[in-house]
């Protein structure tokens, strides 16, 4: 008895050491065979119930004996075989670790919108707040509030976009694509008392259309109004922008100009950020770009909002963010901002 379990650990050594690629499936097989339930193992102790009890005794020594050294042997032959696999799978690279990754392609804010953002947030660290109105506007929001006389050029249909919204009547004034953020001023103030400071960004339609002009572009608008407000807080606020803007160095520039809205009127230049003031094509040799229309709100602009102009004084300004854009990265066609070729919006 004690020979059949000697000699099923001699087998049992054999056969597990002499595969050399040694899979698990055939291990698992080989366990079967010696120590599963009908397995070799199992077979010899059935055969024990026949031995004396002190024969019993010894045999059973070795066969526990034989049934460890098997287990260990299995063990160890699994471990390798789980080692093995692992090289093998690591010599026939799947993944190729040292190739460059896929570059997902990654948009950003456009030119014009950047530029908004920041002319917005530099009034806002101004104490300026944010406010819109309509891209469709009544005419007496877009020029009557603001003092444009009945024959005003710009109420022209050549100058301007006018609709018929559905449901008005036949007979009622056609609507306008606001030509300018002005009428959001009226709108502001009408809304709350004075004093104001606010900053009006958006979208305004003109019939226009060569290097320097689109028929959709962006204004920002900005006013403030209260007790006692002057030319001189204008000027020093536009300073301050200008100057956080285009940079410390940048030199401006008031000229005496007219719009409806605002009396005395003013328009601001900027010494030329391409030459620095020497002269070139961009300021056309001046040395100075034009860069905001400004002003003192007019009176009948206040009265038209509900505000007393015995009481309260304000400023205003417009500047158009596209052409601030062009100077700010030099570009020199304005309608290449709505083209949306990517080539060119990257370089941003
Ligand atoms: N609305 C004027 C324009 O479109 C700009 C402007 C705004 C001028 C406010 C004075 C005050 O040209």
Redesign the pocket.
Known sequence: MQNYFQTLLEQAKQEIGEVEEISSTQLEALRVKYLGKKGALSQGLAQMGKLAAEARKQVGAVANQVKAEVEALLTSAMERAEELALEASLRVPKVDISLPGRLRPQGHCHPVSQTMDDIVDIFIGMGFEVADGPEVELDWYNFEALNFLENHPARDMQDSFYVHPEGFAEDARPMVLR????PVQVRTMQAQPPPLRAIMPGRVYRRDFDITHTPMFH?V?GLFVDANVSMADLKGTLNAFLRAFFGQEVKTRFRASY?P??EP?AEVDISCVICKGAGCRVCKMSGWLEIL???MVHPNVLLASGYNPQEVTGF???MGVERTAMLRYGIGDLRSLFENDIRFLARF
Not at 179 to 182: A, K, N, P
């Open positions: 030509t300018h953020t002005s204004q608008e719009f809205f605002t009127s229309g400004a002003g205003a300004f417009g």
